[in-house]
């Protein structure tokens, strides 16, 4: 069955930096998309970002710039690289693909910005 494990996740001041790492397993990781959402409390669950399989990304306006979605397709494993945190980036994120009209989630890591 797909299985999403987040990591990478913790308390850093504005302006810091941290990898997010997603390690799936379950299904053929290199032929599917990968995105990374998240969640601030009292927010919906929003997209961060998006990478294909091959090649290209997309980002949303809110982290263009500060935020590197990248993959390891031997390690089946997706990262998101953040920097120049700022408070607002403050969430849980989570880890998500897509297989036949079906959503599967990772449980989510916290990343708190604060000073």
């Known amino acids: 069955q797909v299985q999403l494990v987040e990591s990478g996740g913790g308390l850093v001041q504005p302006g810091g930096s941290l990898r997010l790492s997603c390690a799936a397993s379950?299904?053929?990781?290199?032929?599917?998309?990968m995105y990374w959402y998240r969640q601030a409390p009292g927010k919906e669950r929003g997209l961060v970002a998006r990478?294909?399989?091959?090649?290209?990304?997309y980002y949303a306006d809110s982290v263009k710039g500060r935020f590197t979605i990248s993959r390891d397709n031997a390690k089946k494993t997706v990262y998101l690289q953040m920097n120049s945190l700022k408070p607002e980036d403050t969430a849980v994120y989570y880890c998500?693909?897509?297989?036949?009209?079906?959503?599967?989630w990772g449980q989510g890591t916290q990343v708190t910005v604060s000073s």
């Open positions: 998500n693909t897509l297989d036949r009209g079906v959503n599967y």
């Open positions: 379950g299904f053929t990781f290199s032929t599917y998309p």
């Open positions: 990478i294909y399989s091959v090649s290209g990304s």
